[in-house]
């Protein structure tokens, strides 16, 4: 069955701290992985996309990378503005239509 | 451009009643789809589309409905509503399902409530 695993669940980090969320993925073919910010009560909103083992990608603070079975999200000296949920998705090419997400982890970084 | 809007924000419903939560989008985005997403689990795909006229079932469909007449419009419909489709709902859309363009943007939600 295809999964997707994140951990951890939540994550509490003092600001300046960097660290790292995972993803995990259990699929017959990735075709692409994907990482969303989710802020309390709003839509999640798109941060990168990736495709092949290697690739990475950045954006501010933020750095994602992807192995052939999983994806970090590396956070370097969050603020507390970086505080939300990071969600991890992937598509695979036998259902190109279909995306699974994961649980999600929930980061809280304190001023 | 307003992107992807969703209505209504919240609603509140008694088990049996139907309703239809609407989404739109002014992007001219082809692909289209419907999550819900429950405390603790992932967003679960609903029901999806293509394009106009096209339409398929997602990871948990039973219970509701979609049509997709115009590119712009994908309303999802509770036929009977039951407490287990309490749950905050999303819609999004994207140009295409592969290549730089799959990026999906993701509406405000629908929180529902079934008593």
């Known amino acids: 069955e295809d999964q997707v695993t994140q951990s951890p669940e939540a994550l509490r980090l003092q600001e300046g701290e960097s660290s790292s969320l995972n993803c995990s993925y259990t699929?017959?073919?990735?075709?692409?992985l994907f990482w969303y910010r989710q802020d309390p009560g709003k839509g999640p909103e798109f941060l990168f996309t990736?495709?092949?083992a290697g690739e990475e990608k950045e954006k501010e603070r933020l750095k994602a990378t992807l192995t052939k079975k999983e994806s970090f999200l590396h956070i370097t000296a969050p603020k507390p503005e970086d505080s939300a949920t990071y969600l991890c998705a992937v598509r695979e090419y036998s259902s190109a239509s279909k995306i699974i997400f994961g649980s999600g982890t929930r980061l809280s970084i304190r001023p | 451009n307003a992107g992807v809007t969703q209505t209504p924000k919240f609603q509140v419903l008694k088990t049996g009643q139907s309703m239809t939560l609407q989404c739109a989008q002014d992007m001219n985005h082809e692909y289209m789809s419907w999550y819900r997403q429950d405390p603790g689990m992932g967003l679960r795909l609903i029901h999806y589309s293509v394009g106009a006229g096209i339409t398929d079932q997602g990871e948990v469909p039973n219970g509701y409905n979609v049509s997709r007449s115009t590119t712009e419009d994908f309303p999802l419909r509770l036929l009977s509503a039951a407490p287990s489709q309490t749950s905050v709902y999303f819609c999004?859309?994207?140009?295409?399902?592969?290549?730089?363009?799959?990026?999906?943007?993701f509406g405000p939600g629908t929180r529902l409530l079934v008593l």
């Open positions: 999004a859309s994207s140009y295409a399902v592969s290549g730089d363009q799959e990026t999906q943007y």
């Open positions: 699929v017959s073919g990735l075709r692409g």
């Open positions: 990736l495709y092949s």
